[in-house]
């Protein structure tokens, strides 16, 4: 089993920055890559980006540009940079690990984009 804890949710104006942060424990060995979902009210659960171990990321048009992800093998932990926040930006974050064909998911954390 994997365990996935994120941090760094919060509520930020339009046009603010926040750093979301996933860690992962447990039987990691083989994790090949780690990534960011996102779910707003009433709607389904929507890529928003990936990074696979050697360093490949891949963004959701909706993001490209303004967020970015990166990770540390070395420490096991994936963050996601978000800057230019728009409202629409408003959802629960969740982060996900891939390994041996299966996916993992952390409880997530809220992302709120308001004035």
């Known amino acids: 089993q994997v365990q996935l804890v994120e941090s760094g949710g919060g509520s930020v104006q339009p046009g603010g920055s926040l750093r979301l942060s996933c860690a992962a424990s447990?039987?990691?060995?083989?994790?090949?890559?780690m990534g960011w979902y996102r779910q707003a009210p009433g709607k389904q659960r929507e890529f928003v980006a990936t990074i696979t171990n050697g360093g490949t990321t891949n963004y959701a048009d909706s993001v490209k540009g303004r967020f970015t992800i990166s990770r540390d093998n070395a420490k096991n932990t994936v963050h996601l940079q978000m800057n230019s926040l728009k409202p629409e930006d408003t959802a629960h974050y969740y982060c996900s690990a891939l390994r041996f064909g299966g996916t993992y998911w952390g409880q997530g954390t809220q992302v709120t984009v308001s004035s």
């Open positions: 447990g039987s990691i060995f083989g994790i090949n890559a």
